[in-house]
């Protein structure tokens, strides 16, 4: 279904064009170009340094582009600060596993509404009865997304006490929390065994269908790729090496070459 | 599953116990000390700190938020109860003809304070909120520098034409019968001694009631994401700065309000008194008390304030031995080995007991 | 000509608080703690150069040697007694511990040595020498030229010897030094003892400019150090080095031209200021925080 509707020719919800950083004189990506369309599961990969966090850290604003253009929702984004971008709706995971870990599991995810369900902090000082209407949707969209990661029975649980898959899947929750358009997944699956992987994949695939919104996952976990993802870019030292569907990387020479060396 | 919404109900239901356990100390605090005071029990040492007790603790209450909850250290707190105070002491001064009773004017001060304390907390903050760690906390340590050397040079009076502020000392003049507020090096002089210990107790409610009606919202999640992981907490929709300000700033009109409860509680009061020391002090009741348990700030405020006056009979040692109770503190509490004892020992004795 | 007078005046005052901004910064670089006692280790000082000179009757450099020797092992003691054990604790724990050593020192000061403030003796000679209309006493030559010798000797250690270099590597990263071999405690220990080491040059050089050694004499040019180590760039040695003379000559500045009340505010001012556009000061370094 995703598929078709990215080859119908409409316009896609990210659009990156020419993209490239420099650090200092180290060309970290360069000349990258990359299409997610609505509703879609697309994956990045490529063999390690390969610069795939790199794009994910430029398309959420964390580093600034030295080159190219990335148009979010047809808007260009130019300018915009992290906060702008997860507020025009891109929320993301990360690779090495970010969160509150003092605040419990439902802290969490509520916090992912801070600009979903707002109330002013006078609001909360005074008790007022929009802090409770407030606090109740949160409360309660805030526990459907627990249920819907399999965390419904950690919810009192600090973050930081969590194993390590439940914190992986905590926090697609708070990003989902954000009320996103497009979800970026920072290696979902890493340190899952693979009974886990595939109850992730599951839950990846609920989560599109449920949301209808468009996800862009890192992975080095192939079945994973192969399995969800309807369209693939492969990156390496920077530079995009192919893109397509997974019937096609995987059998792209150059990307047998790049992953097993020659 | 009703749950009765007012002021006081918090959302949480384990936590709620926590929170009403301050609540109830304070109140049970002042019935005692009330009843101490009226059956004469109270000697004249312990009665002459009350008003300072109360005032050391909203003051903590809301460093607490600052360092605790917000994770910034501040170094600055006594500068903010020093802008409380002298502006408390100068709107009392000049509202003394127009409103003479005591209460209305001191709560009138008390919010004065709060509110200019809070606005120093806007403009420090603009600067300080931008930096991290080490070098946050020494701009809160010169602006607290800053702060006390303007008051040493301030000169503030009322007379019929108005009102003079002047920070050199021979430019000011004063129309006879004029009324001098504030005095350079001198401070606050002839200041009418108006605070008193309900009103502190008041203060501690209200100040517990917003931090902790702030700390159980969607303020109080962000700025606790925000210490927990700047990074992730941009990344989910919440802006750094200004959820640090928020906190900042309620910490310093926290510090305002108890600023100027203190100024109103002695007839003088030098610049002096809220300088780096005073500030620390602060910083170690909250850090003593644990970071963000209010409860724990309540009581080692408390505890601290009396230990010296506690230690009088031991004369000049008794410094020496607060410096020490203070180190061992610290080496006992962060010591590992010594923590899991004592938490065994106490599951062990609650076995035994069931 | 006042000016010339003003500066070298600001850069007498400036090398004292660099000297003292050494031992704060060294102690952050390496321990990355802020050592809150070190302005008390001044005072120390100053009395132990204060009874050597007056119960002793030793010459100044004896003085001196004698005061560094003390502060040094003082220094160390704190570090192994109430530092060391709290090296895996949050920052703010050791924070507090500082401040108790602190109250520890002063109050240990008050009760040994009476509150009240002694008069130092004037061992250096009190002429000067004259540069055009401007005249420089030789108390302020010889801190100028004690923290050029200071920096020079401290730069030569940090890159040329083997303890320097683990001291760069503990900085760095104290996990890897240690995997590489290098004794940790015992490096911290060495930052303590230098550290503190320097305080006691310093606190001569102080109490003889104010003539007097009090028990809480150390915590203004405490302060004051941290603030210039912080102005460089805290955990920079070279940072420490410019800014303190930089605070010292803002500080004599602001007194001669502007308000002698008001210099403080002044000084605090800039450091607020500085921040604003280098916010890891002069000469720190950028850090990266990797995502």
């Known amino acids: ?262 | 599953m009703k749950e009765k919404k007012s002021l006081l109900s918090f959302g949480g239901d384990k936590k709620q116990r926590g929170r009403f356990l301050s609540f109830a100390i304070v109140i049970i605090a002042y019935i005692a000390v009330e009843i101490l005071m009226k059956t004469g029990n109270l000697n004249s040492l312990f009665t002459s700190l009350l008003v300072p007790i109360t005032c050391y603790v909203v003051a903590a209450i809301g460093l607490n938020l600052n360092v605790g909850v917000s994770g910034e250290l501040n170094l600055g707190q006594a500068g903010f109860m020093s802008v409380g105070a002298f502006c408390g002491v100068c709107v009392s001064g000049m509202l003394a003809a127009s409103i003479p009773a005591g209460i209305p004017r001191l709560i009138i001060a008390i919010i004065c304070g709060a509110i200019l304390a809070a606005l120093f907390g806007f403009v420090i903050g603009i600067p300080v909120l931008t930096l991290q760690g080490d070098y946050l906390a020494i701009v809160t340590l010169a602006f607290g520098q800053i702060i006390k050397s303007i008051f040493m040079n301030a000169y503030i009076g009322m007379d019929s034409e108005g009102l003079h502020v002047s920070f050199v000392q021979s430019n000011f003049k004063l129309q006879p019968g004029g009324k001098m507020l504030l005095n350079g090096p001198m401070g606050a002089t002839g200041t009418q001694k108006i605070a008193n210990f309900t009103v502190g107790a008041v203060l501690i409610i209200i100040a517990l009631l917003i931090v902790y009606n702030m700390m159980f919202s969607r303020s109080g999640r962000a700025i606790m994401a925000a210490r927990d992981n700047r990074i992730a907490a941009e990344s989910v929709g919440i802006p750094i700065s200004r959820t640090k300000m928020l906190a900042f700033v309620t910490s310093a009109a926290l510090a305002g309000a108890a600023g100027a409860l203190y100024g109103l509680n002695y007839s003088t009061l030098v610049p002096n008194k809220f300088d780096f020391n005073t500030s620390i002090l602060i910083l170690v009741y909250v850090v003593l008390g644990g970071l963000g348990n209010m409860t724990g700030t309540i009581i080692s405020t408390v505890v601290l304030i009396l230990l010296p006056e506690l230690l009088r009979s031991l004369q000049d040692y008794r410094m020496l031995i607060y410096a020490v109770v203070l180190i061992v503190i610290m080496l006992v509490t962060n010591n590992e080995w010594l923590m899991t004892k004592w938490k065994s020992l106490f599951a062990g004795k609650a076995k035994g007991g069931a | ?291």
């Open chain 1, 1 to 262: 279904m995703a598929e078709k509707m990215a080859e119908n020719g409409k316009t896609p919800i990210l659009d990156v064009q020419e993209l490239g950083i420099d650090f200092g004189g180290l060309t970290a990506v360069n000349d990258l170009n990359l299409q997610v369309f609505d509703g879609e599961i697309a994956g990045l990969i490529g063999p390690n340094g390969a610069g795939k966090t790199t794009v994910f850290n430029l398309l959420t604003k964390v580093y600034k582009p030295t080159r190219g253009k990335i148009f979010f929702d047809g808007k260009d984004t130019a300018g915009k600060s992290v906060v702008d971008i997860n507020k025009a709706g891109i929320a993301r995971t990360f690779q090495n596993i970010r969160l509150f870990g003092n605040l419990s599991v439902l802290d969490n995810v509520k916090t992912g509404f801070h600009n979903v369900t707002p109330y002013s902090p006078i609001t909360a000082i005074l008790r007022l009865p929009k802090f409770f209407a407030s606090e109740k949707e949160i409360d309660e969209k805030a526990r459907d997304l627990l249920k819907i990661m399999e965390l419904d029975g950690y919810a009192d649980y600090l973050a930081s006490n969590l194993p390590y898959g439940a914190q992986r899947r905590l926090e697609i929750a708070r990003a989902l929390a954000t009320n996103p358009k497009l979800l970026l997944l920072d290696e979902p699956a890493a340190g899952m065994n693979p009974q886990e992987t595939e109850e992730l994949m599951d839950m990846i695939r609920f989560v599109r269908d449920h949301f209808g919104i468009a996800i862009l996952l890192i992975e080095h976990d192939m079945k994973l790729v192969m399995g969800i993802c309807e369209r693939i870019t492969v990156l390496n030292y920077g530079m995009m090496l192919a893109q397509g569907t997974p019937e096609e990387i995987q059998s792209n020479p150059e990307v047998i070459k790049a992953y097993l060396g020659d």
């Open chain 3, 1 to 291: 000509m006042q000016f010339l007078s003003y500066l070298i005046n600001g850069l007498g005052l400036g090398s004292v608080y660099a000297i003292i901004a050494l031992g704060y910064t060294m102690v952050y670089g390496i321990a990355k703690m802020l050592n809150f006692a070190h302005g008390d280790i001044i005072m120390v000082g100053a009395y132990i150069a204060f009874f050597a000179i007056t119960k002793f009757s030793l010459p100044l450099p004896l003085a001196v040697l004698a005061a560094m020797a003390v502060c040094t092992v003082l220094g160390v003691v704190i570090e192994r007694l109430a530092y060391k054990p709290l090296r895996q604790a949050p920052s703010l724990a050791v924070l507090i511990t500082a401040i108790g050593v602190s109250y520890f020192l002063q109050n240990g000061a008050q009760l040994l040595w009476s509150s009240s403030s002694k008069v130092f003796p004037s061992v250096i000679s009190t002429g000067g020498i004259s540069l055009g209309s401007a005249s420089v006493s030789y108390l302020t030559l010889i801190t100028i030229v004690t923290c050029i010798i200071v920096m020079v000797c401290l730069t030569l250690f940090i890159n040329k010897t083997k303890t320097g270099s683990a001291m760069r590597a503990c900085s760095e990263d104290k996990g890897a030094s240690m995997l590489m071999g290098i004794n940790v405690n015992m490096i911290i220990s060495i930052t303590f003892a230098i550290g503190s080491g320097l305080a006691a040059i310093a606190s001569v050089l102080l109490a003889s400019t104010y003539p007097s050694v009090y028990p809480t004499m150390g915590s203004m040019p405490g302060i004051k150090a941290f603030t210039a180590a912080v102005f460089g760039g805290i955990g920079s040695i070279p940072g420490a080095f410019v800014g303190g003379l930089l605070l010292g000559i803002i500080e004599i500045f602001a007194k001669a031209y502007i308000s002698t009340q008001l210099s403080d505010a002044i000084v605090f001012g800039v450091l607020i200021l500085i921040l604003m556009f280098k916010p890891t000061g002069l000469l720190g370094k950028k850090i990266n925080v990797k995502v």
